[in-house]
């Protein structure tokens, strides 16, 4: 079971805005600790979307964006392309105890 | 090209054990925390270990401590894991991940390796 909960699936036909959902507690997200975001294509390896919860690496298009509020995060992808089908996983860090690094359960998106 | 290059996977008997390792190109390496995620079948992430640019701090999740090291050489730009006692839990794809610093205690993986299936059968 994952620290941090995100819905198991969204959907959006091309061209609408989804938005993917991660909520943790007040020792990880709720904390000093920003929010990250990896896009895993099928069969393939994740890749870093979004850091420190709104900053996009370079080569990521602004299509994807992040939000924060409290010990919840949000990731929004706008403008959806049937290429943007994949699994989406939100993590954190929690130092409470020994450091770790949280992921959350993902998110599988489908675009219809 | 910086990129990381996972080997040293495959099947693996109950309770036996396998030592992956990461070649690492492209970026100086010894600048970086490194560490390990892993994916089990049709699962989730899961972070496995972390270590300090030097060596001289590592980290492991609850789930292996005990039975996983990990270690690096920084002159072969190579990261390691050995892993023991080995459990059919433990099979997944094992990824290599570069560790970035974001803000003062934060962390987060900018760079991943294309990973290496362990598997041990129950």
């Known amino acids: 079971q994952s620290v941090l909960t995100q819905p198991p699936s969204v959907s959006g036909a091309p061209g609408q805005r989804v938005t993917i959902s991660c909520t943790g507690n007040?020792?990880?997200?709720?904390?000093?600790?920003?929010v990250h975001w990896y896009q895993q294509l099928p069969g393939t390896a994740p890749k870093l979307l979004i850091y420190?919860?709104?900053n996009r690496p370079s080569g990521v298009p602004d299509r994807f964006s992040g939000s924060r509020s409290g010990t919840s995060a949000s990731l929004a992808i706008s403008g959806l392309q049937t290429e943007d089908e994949a699994d989406y996983y939100c993590?954190?860090?929690?130092?409470?105890?020994?450091?770790?690094?949280?992921f959350g359960g993902g998110t599988r998106l489908t675009v219809l | 090209e910086v990129q990381l290059v996972e080997s040293g996977g495959g099947l693996v008997q109950p309770g036996g054990s396998l030592r992956l390792s990461c070649a690492a190109s492209?970026?100086?390496?010894?600048?970086?925390?490194m560490g390990w995620v892993r994916q089990a079948p049709g699962k989730g992430l899961e972070w496995v270990s972390n270590?300090?640019?030097?060596?001289?701090?590592?980290y492991f999740v609850d789930s292996v401590r005990g039975r996983c090291a990990i270690s690096r050489d920084n002159a072969k730009n190579s990261l390691d894991m050995q892993m023991n006692s080995l459990r059919a839990e433990d099979t997944a794809v094992y990824y290599c991940?570069?560790?970035?610093?974001?803000?003062?205690?934060?962390?987060?993986?900018?760079?991943w390796g294309r990973g290496t299936l362990v598997t041990v059968p129950t």
């Open positions: 492209g970026f100086r390496f010894s600048s970086f925390w």
């Open positions: 993590q954190s860090y929690d130092t409470s105890l020994s450091p770790r690094v949280l």
């Open positions: 007040t020792s990880d997200i709720g904390a000093i600790y920003d």
């Open positions: 420190g919860d709104i």
């Open positions: 270590i300090k640019e030097d060596g001289s701090e590592r």
């Open positions: 991940v570069r560790v970035r610093k974001w803000r003062l205690y934060d962390r987060y993986l900018d760079l």
